[in-house]
């Protein structure tokens, strides 16, 4: 079955990192392009950070430029997001959803292009 499981999220203070990972299963990694979205109380969801399938081409919302990195390991098939200098805005629910398709532009961070959700893991930043 074609399924992503999110890991890494916890309780941090502002200015520190996590690592993120979401790990597939079902499928080969690279044949998809993985997104992490996140979602913070009362807010829409939104898209984080993209690399696009098979050619790895990455895109990043501006409030992270310069703070999350993500990278892909095809030999574990898992992405992860490395996230450093945390803020508190950065509080909310990551989800890692997969999709067939290539985005180009602001199409990437469109969850209706997605078919496979992970279940998300919370990131909590605070003092």
């Known amino acids: 079955q074609v399924q992503v499981v999110e890991s890494g999220g916890g309780l941090v203070q502002p200015g520190g990192s996590l690592r993120l990972s979401c790990a597939a299963s079902?499928?080969?990694?690279?044949?998809?392009?993985i997104t992490w979205f996140r979602q913070a109380p009362g807010k829409e969801r939104e898209g984080v950070s993209c690399m696009r399938r098979r050619d790895g081409y990455t895109y990043s919302t501006y409030s992270v430029k310069g703070r999350f990195t993500i990278s892909r390991d095809t030999a574990k098939n898992t992405v992860s997001l490395q996230m450093n200098s945390l803020k508190p805005e950065d509080t909310g629910v990551y989800y890692c959803a997969a999709t067939r398709t290539s985005p180009i532009m602001s199409s990437w961070s469109n969850p209706d292009l997605y078919d496979v959700w992970g279940q998300g893991t919370q990131v909590t930043v605070s003092s």
């Open positions: 079902g499928f080969t990694l690279d044949t998809y392009t």
